[in-house]
């Protein structure tokens, strides 16, 4: 059992990138958890919390430093949607404690992340609730990440810059540590048509501990890393998809070309300054070990430049 880690603030400043995870969703589903909306990701809480486990457990094995707990769709729009109103506390505790579980059991220091998701679908900015709907909806979704015991709120899939600056008001108000990443329509827009810059400079003012970029293509990713770069100086995110969505569910790219064009993107992001890189849908162990992989050659070869 490791001890708890330090201040992720400090480690994603200093040393090398931070290694998040992989995707929870659609590893899930690959194994054949129960995955239908409205929960998603989070039906697994209530039917395969071993598969939620064993699926964090193999991130750990991989390297990741970061397990983002199984919190995407336990905000409670979502959780009454499904017909279990009053649950999302008791529903976000779970999965924290899962996380958790896989954490203690680790052979490095392992942070917890709550996700904190838009709260409607991430394809449809047009659904974005009103101001006080979201901000109502994020402080709740927020104070059961802290009394959960999260290290941090990882604000994912933002597909507005008005939702991803809710979003982050509410998990600082709540005392959490949190970082913003967004889903974009080309490299210089979120997925909604807000200007990338000025996503960036909505959510400036309140210290988020990075501003990133997920849930989309890895040539993508890089592309906009590099517009990102342009209006913020500080720790960067990015994690892609590997595959697409398509009729019946995620259609999955994980052949070995793939995870070479994959791991070749991410070291593209990491020459480009991002601190905290990852896998978003259809990525899963193997990716994050690859990936791991390569920050220690390339740590191993600033080394012996030094």
Do not use: K
Request: with cysteine.
């Amino acid at each position: 059992m490791t001890p708890r880690p330090p201040d992720f603030g400090e480690r994603l400043r200093h040393g090398p990138p931070v290694l998040l995870d992989g995707a929870l969703g659609t590893e899930l589903e690959r194994r054949g958890a129960g995955t239908a909306l409205p929960l998603w990701s989070a039906g697994a809480l209530v039917e395969a919390q071993a598969t939620v486990l064993e699926v964090h457990t193999e991130y750990v094995l991989a390297g990741a430093e970061v397990l983002t707990a199984c919190t995407f769709r336990t905000n409670p729009r979502t959780v009454g949607r499904a017909g279990m109103a009053g649950r999302d506390a008791v529903l976000t505790q779970r999965a924290v404690d899962l996380a958790r579980e896989a954490a203690a059991n680790a052979a490095h220091p392992v942070w917890v992340a709550g996700s904190v998701a838009p709260a409607e679908d991430c394809f449809r900015p047009e659904l974005v609730p009103p101001a006080a709907e979201l901000a109502e909806e994020h402080a709740r979704h927020a104070a059961n990440l802290r009394a959960a015991g999260v290290d941090f709120a990882l604000i994912e899939t933002m597909n507005t810059a008005r939702e991803a600056a809710v979003a982050l008001t509410c998990a600082r108000e709540a005392g959490l540590p949190a970082g913003v990443c967004w889903v974009l329509r080309d490299a210089g827009h979120l997925l909604g048509g807000d200007p990338l810059g000025e996503a960036v400079a909505g959510v400036a003012a309140m210290a988020p501990l990075f501003v990133g970029l997920n849930c989309n293509s890895p040539e993508l990713t890089t592309e906009a890393l590099r517009e990102l770069r342009r209006h913020w100086s500080g720790p960067a995110a990015a994690y892609a998809n590997l595959g697409r969505t398509g009729a019946g569910g995620w259609r999955r790219a994980g052949g070995p070309a793939d995870l070479v064009r994959y791991r070749e993107a991410a070291r593209e992001w990491v020459r480009g300054g991002a601190r905290l890189v990852g896998g978003c849908c259809g990525t899963g162990p193997a990716l994050i070990a690859g990936l791991r992989r390569d920050l220690r050659a390339a740590q191993g070869a600033e080394g012996g430049a030094a």
